[in-house]
């Protein structure tokens, strides 16, 4: 018997997002806003979707790696670049935490 391996984190949203699967992860950047540490992480797939949020200019997606959800991202995020597993990254259809990278709502590990 196979076993496949299967992760994924996400955030509960309201309105309209961006969605995309089966995509590669082709870079993953931690970056530090303050001087007090790491506050969030960036996901470059190799593909964007055409429906990206209209303030996302840029092609990655972000997360605030201060939460708990964060956290499981960033994990979720480096697992798909090590492993090279195709992912499906959906964003929230905002950009709060970097005004031109949508935030992720969820990515799942194929």
Do not use: H, W
Not at 13 to 25: F, M, P, R
Not at 33 to 42: F, I
Request: with cysteine.
């Amino acid at each position: 018997m196979t076993m496949g391996l299967f992760l994924i984190s996400f955030i509960p949203v309201n309105g309209l997002c961006s969605s995309i699967s089966n995509v590669n992860v082709k870079q993953v950047v931690v970056q530090a806003a303050n001087s007090v540490g790491v506050d969030r992480v960036c996901v470059y797939p190799d593909q964007m979707p055409e429906d990206k949020a209209l303030c996302a200019t840029f092609n990655r997606y972000c997360a605030d790696v201060t939460t708990d959800i964060g956290k499981a991202l960033l994990s979720t995020a480096l697992t798909a670049y090590a492993t090279q597993k195709p992912v499906s990254i959906s964003g929230s259809g905002t950009c709060d935490l970097v005004t031109n990278s949508e935030d992720i709502a969820y990515m799942m590990v194929k």
